[in-house]
């Protein structure tokens, strides 16, 4: 039965989406021309494209992600808001929308959007951190008016994230989507992405790969960090930030070797021996059948190659739900951040 | 870079942090905890339950901090807005606004966590949330009457008194010579505090003042609102303690601004515009006493009835005194301090025994008679009065100011004047 299911998904997918090669073959053309910054040839062959498939919403999205690039807001509002209009359950272009909006000051209603997105996937971590940082925002120009600062227009941005996941980032890499792709999207997916479910267009909201997001408006660092901080050290500071996330994203995915893989070859393994830790994290993680694992207000001390982040780690799995904080001990490794201590309190 | 979906999860905890760091909000839930208090109140402040499309602004923002309490955020933020849609100049409404959003993004360690928490400008917003909350935890009893309003006389129809410490004007009828409250209001005084002394101390003064005269809009700059009544700062007692500065009024606030922070003036009562609207509706010219107080003393009818009447006895029986010509026991009403104008006590008896003997009948008739006890100076009281004087060789008629004080448990005068 189930199979069956899973066949009739890639059966439908393969009929809207790959049924042409050379159509698939056309939007990664495309999209190779916005990476090497070429939009304005982008978009005239994706106007060309959309001309003889004006519905599809891959195109469509693709083409308000150039019109934001371009600096065109209200074009790019007007594309993603027809895209919300015609397909209400995709999160991101809700999330995109929002972010315009934000661009424009539209606080309100970049919070809206953003309530539909999660509204529409309520786990879509994206959307979350967005919807907080529109609410730290909205909060600042409340103190701002609490306290009589006019600041204008020249605030600081708020440091939305936009979501480029309609857009197969699998182009990048040359290799043409192949048909098993989406299948070992729905078995695994993104750490915190509900499945899902096998619509028509579900397939263009499961992009093969979890999670390429790109920043948009991200020359501000986060509004609660000091701006003092001078540029390297805000790099490596991303850098940490990075590695910590994918080490939670390795371990909601399940994925042991990415895990391991995040610890030093000297991690100080709680009982000392680091082969019994790895036998035993292996087990552990394998035998949930999901875990999710979240980061909450991470702070990062960096001390030349060595960095300390505390946070709060908010952990779920079937059997077990806790909250705990977390101190982890990184350095710096062949150019990346490795864990060398684990600790767990304060 | 931010990772995942801390929001829901970080709220509770987070508002309970932010609620803990307010040390009235304690308050607020011992009264809570205990039904609002022992004691009933004047009128129910804040009704919980959402119906009231009548809720003032102050009790709405009352109410989103008690939802908080509850961990209604969203109920909160709702009234909040609420609260900025009738007063967009709500400056304490936006901070709390900002904390409620902010919340929801972050964890929140204090009331107004702004960059800068520590700045004087939020500390002055959390010291209002303060006051304001804390009027609606430990409110007077409404049959309670602040010992000050002794008599009216029978054209005062309103007193005014206010409490620095709490900044809180409330106002008092005159019902057949009883006073009944009518009405408190926010208030912000001095940024220097209370019991001014000299020009320019930026302190609002402690005593017995009146209405002088009213400054309609049109004649003020915009800092003053919707309006200014001075008050008599300095009157006879603060003169004869050397105190000296001027322009004491109660006044607005500026068109941008719904309220100030508690300590603000430089020495002058002020009240959100509405709120001064609303009062000056009541206050009499020349007539409306205004009494400052740094802690009001409140009192139940039974005490102020025996107040009244002592302190009524006493000035009948200085009257009658004087009418009956023995020179000594008139006198003896007179404190050894006593002083009026520049004679001293000495001279100026000497002087009364001269007149004095001189009259065959003396006829003292005293009407409009008004008795105020005076904050921040123990056991002194206000007394004014219409005398209408007859004797064999002259007759007269004046308003007169006397100021009591208590020594050794007798009342004494210390200054009489006319006013």
């Given at each position: 039965m189930s199979r069956y299911r899973i066949f009739s998904a890639l059966l439908t997918a393969g009929a809207i989406f790959f049924a042409s090669p050379a159509v698939a073959d056309e939007l990664q053309e495309i999209n190779k021309l916005v990476k090497q910054g070429q939009n304005t040839a982008a978009l005239e062959r994706l106007n060309g494209y959309l001309n003889s498939h004006p519905k599809d919403a891959q195109a469509r999205f693709l083409k308000g992600l150039i019109l934001t690039e371009q600096n065109k807001p209200s074009d790019a509002i007007a594309v993603f808001t027809a895209l919300t209009q015609d397909?209400?359950?995709?999160?991101e272009p809700y999330n995109n929308l929002a972010v315009l909006y934000a661009s424009q000051q539209q606080y309100e209603k970049a919070r809206i959007a953003l309530e539909m997105a999660i509204r529409t996937h309520p786990s879509y971590a994206t959307a979350h951190e967005n919807l907080g940082d529109i609410y730290a925002k909205m909060a600042s120009l409340s103190y701002d008016k609490a306290l009589q600062?006019?600041?204008?227009?020249?605030s600081a941005q708020t440091k939305l994230s936009m979501i480029r996941d309609l857009f197969s980032p699998a182009a990048g890499a040359k290799a043409p989507p192949t048909k098993t792709e989406p299948a070992k999207q729905a078995s695994a997916p993104a750490?915190?992405?509900?499945?899902?479910?096998?619509?028509?267009?579900a397939p263009t909201v499961s992009a093969p790969l979890p999670q390429p997001v790109a920043k948009v408006?991200?020359?501000?660092?986060?509004?609660?960090?000091?701006?003092?901080?001078?540029k390297p050290i805000q790099g490596d500071q991303n850098a940490v930030l990075e590695s910590v996330n994918s080490w939670a994203q390795a371990w909601s995915k399940k994925d042991v070797k990415a895990y391991i893989a995040?610890?030093?070859?000297d991690f100080k393994a709680p009982g000392g021996n680091r082969a019994d830790w790895e036998k035993s994290r292996k087990e552990r993680i394998s035998h949930q059948k999901s875990i999710q694992v979240a980061i909450v207000a991470p702070k990062v001390t960096i001390d030349g190659e060595r960095a300390v982040v505390n946070f709060k780690q908010i952990y779920r799995s079937d059997s077990l739900k806790t909250s705990t904080h977390k101190t982890l001990v990184m350095v710096k490794t062949s150019n990346k951040w490795l864990i060398q201590e684990e600790q767990v309190g304060h | 870079m931010k990772l995942a979906f801390p929001i829901k999860l970080s709220r509770q905890t987070t508002v309970w942090l932010w609620f803990a760091s307010v040390a009235v909000l304690a308050l607020l839930a011992a009264a809570l905890a205990h039904g609002m208090g022992t004691r009933p109140v004047p009128r129910l402040p804040v009704q919980l339950t959402p119906s009231g499309p009548q809720l003032s602004s102050e009790s709405l923002l009352v109410k989103s901090l008690i939802e908080i309490r509850h961990n209604h955020l969203d109920v909160a933020l709702n009234d909040i807005d609420n609260l900025l849609h009738l007063n967009p100049n709500f400056r304490l409404a936006h901070l709390i606004k900002g904390d409620l959003l902010m919340a929801r993004a972050r964890s929140i360690h204090t009331l107004g966590d702004v960059p800068d928490p520590t700045s004087p400008h939020v500390e002055g917003l959390r010291e209002e949330a303060r006051k304001r909350l804390q009027h609606y935890v430990e409110q007077p009893r409404a049959e309670q009457i602040p010992k000050y309003l002794v008599q009216f006389e029978p054209n005062q129809k309103y007193a005014v008194v206010v409490d620095t410490s709490r900044s809180r004007l409330y106002l008092f009828e005159n019902k057949q010579g009883e006073p009944h409250y009518v009405a408190d209001y926010y208030v912000t005084s001095g940024k220097k505090g209370s019991d001014k002394i000299k020009e320019g101390d930026e302190r609002t003064p402690l005593g017995v003042y009146f209405i002088t005269s009213h400054l309609p809009k049109n004649k003020l700059a915009d800092f003053y609102g919707d309006g200014a009544f001075p008050i008599s700062y300095p009157n006879e007692w603060d003169k004869r303690l050397g105190r000296n500065g001027h322009g004491i009024w109660l006044h607005g606030v500026p068109s941008d601004t719904y309220s100030r922070s508690p300590r603000a003036s430089s020495g002058c009562v002020v009240l959100t515009n509405p709120d001064l609207d609303e009062l000056g509706r009541y206050l009499q010219i020349g007539v409306t006493p205004v009494i400052i107080s740094d802690s009001i003393e409140w009192m139940n009818a039974a005490d102020w009835r025996a107040q009244h009447e002592e302190l009524s006895k006493y000035v009948e029986k200085w009257r009658t005194d004087w009418e009956s010509r023995n020179a000594q026991s008139y006198l003896d009403h007179y404190s050894k301090n006593f002083s009026s104008g520049n004679l001293r006590y000495d001279d100026w008896s000497s002087q009364k025994r001269q007149v004095n003997a001189g009259k065959t009948w003396i006829k003292v008739n005293l009407s409009r008679v008004s008795v105020f006890r005076y904050p921040g100076q123990d056991n002194m009281a206000v007394v004014t009065f219409l005398q209408d004087y007859h004797s064999n060789n002259l007759s007269n008629q004046m308003r007169k100011r006397q100021y009591w004080l208590q020594e050794n448990g007798l009342w004494k005068i210390v200054y009489e004047g006319s006013v």
């Amino acid at each position: 039965m189930s199979r069956y299911r899973i066949f009739s998904a890639l059966l439908t997918a393969g009929a809207i989406f790959f049924a042409s090669p050379a159509v698939a073959d056309e939007l990664q053309e495309i999209n190779k021309l916005v990476k090497q910054g070429q939009n304005t040839a982008a978009l005239e062959r994706l106007n060309g494209y959309l001309n003889s498939h004006p519905k599809d919403a891959q195109a469509r999205f693709l083409k308000g992600l150039i019109l934001t690039e371009q600096n065109k807001p209200s074009d790019a509002i007007a594309v993603f808001t027809a895209l919300t209009q015609d397909y209400p359950e995709l999160p991101e272009p809700y999330n995109n929308l929002a972010v315009l909006y934000a661009s424009q000051q539209q606080y309100e209603k970049a919070r809206i959007a953003l309530e539909m997105a999660i509204r529409t996937h309520p786990s879509y971590a994206t959307a979350h951190e967005n919807l907080g940082d529109i609410y730290a925002k909205m909060a600042s120009l409340s103190y701002d008016k609490a306290l009589q600062i006019d600041k204008g227009n020249t605030s600081a941005q708020t440091k939305l994230s936009m979501i480029r996941d309609l857009f197969s980032p699998a182009a990048g890499a040359k290799a043409p989507p192949t048909k098993t792709e989406p299948a070992k999207q729905a078995s695994a997916p993104a750490p915190v992405a509900l499945p899902a479910p096998p619509k028509p267009v579900a397939p263009t909201v499961s992009a093969p790969l979890p999670q390429p997001v790109a920043k948009v408006a991200a020359a501000e660092p986060l509004p609660v960090k000091e701006h003092k901080e001078s540029k390297p050290i805000q790099g490596d500071q991303n850098a940490v930030l990075e590695s910590v996330n994918s080490w939670a994203q390795a371990w909601s995915k399940k994925d042991v070797k990415a895990y391991i893989a995040s610890y030093t070859r000297d991690f100080k393994a709680p009982g000392g021996n680091r082969a019994d830790w790895e036998k035993s994290r292996k087990e552990r993680i394998s035998h949930q059948k999901s875990i999710q694992v979240a980061i909450v207000a991470p702070k990062v001390t960096i001390d030349g190659e060595r960095a300390v982040v505390n946070f709060k780690q908010i952990y779920r799995s079937d059997s077990l739900k806790t909250s705990t904080h977390k101190t982890l001990v990184m350095v710096k490794t062949s150019n990346k951040w490795l864990i060398q201590e684990e600790q767990v309190g304060h | 870079m931010k990772l995942a979906f801390p929001i829901k999860l970080s709220r509770q905890t987070t508002v309970w942090l932010w609620f803990a760091s307010v040390a009235v909000l304690a308050l607020l839930a011992a009264a809570l905890a205990h039904g609002m208090g022992t004691r009933p109140v004047p009128r129910l402040p804040v009704q919980l339950t959402p119906s009231g499309p009548q809720l003032s602004s102050e009790s709405l923002l009352v109410k989103s901090l008690i939802e908080i309490r509850h961990n209604h955020l969203d109920v909160a933020l709702n009234d909040i807005d609420n609260l900025l849609h009738l007063n967009p100049n709500f400056r304490l409404a936006h901070l709390i606004k900002g904390d409620l959003l902010m919340a929801r993004a972050r964890s929140i360690h204090t009331l107004g966590d702004v960059p800068d928490p520590t700045s004087p400008h939020v500390e002055g917003l959390r010291e209002e949330a303060r006051k304001r909350l804390q009027h609606y935890v430990e409110q007077p009893r409404a049959e309670q009457i602040p010992k000050y309003l002794v008599q009216f006389e029978p054209n005062q129809k309103y007193a005014v008194v206010v409490d620095t410490s709490r900044s809180r004007l409330y106002l008092f009828e005159n019902k057949q010579g009883e006073p009944h409250y009518v009405a408190d209001y926010y208030v912000t005084s001095g940024k220097k505090g209370s019991d001014k002394i000299k020009e320019g101390d930026e302190r609002t003064p402690l005593g017995v003042y009146f209405i002088t005269s009213h400054l309609p809009k049109n004649k003020l700059a915009d800092f003053y609102g919707d309006g200014a009544f001075p008050i008599s700062y300095p009157n006879e007692w603060d003169k004869r303690l050397g105190r000296n500065g001027h322009g004491i009024w109660l006044h607005g606030v500026p068109s941008d601004t719904y309220s100030r922070s508690p300590r603000a003036s430089s020495g002058c009562v002020v009240l959100t515009n509405p709120d001064l609207d609303e009062l000056g509706r009541y206050l009499q010219i020349g007539v409306t006493p205004v009494i400052i107080s740094d802690s009001i003393e409140w009192m139940n009818a039974a005490d102020w009835r025996a107040q009244h009447e002592e302190l009524s006895k006493y000035v009948e029986k200085w009257r009658t005194d004087w009418e009956s010509r023995n020179a000594q026991s008139y006198l003896d009403h007179y404190s050894k301090n006593f002083s009026s104008g520049n004679l001293r006590y000495d001279d100026w008896s000497s002087q009364k025994r001269q007149v004095n003997a001189g009259k065959t009948w003396i006829k003292v008739n005293l009407s409009r008679v008004s008795v105020f006890r005076y904050p921040g100076q123990d056991n002194m009281a206000v007394v004014t009065f219409l005398q209408d004087y007859h004797s064999n060789n002259l007759s007269n008629q004046m308003r007169k100011r006397q100021y009591w004080l208590q020594e050794n448990g007798l009342w004494k005068i210390v200054y009489e004047g006319s006013v």
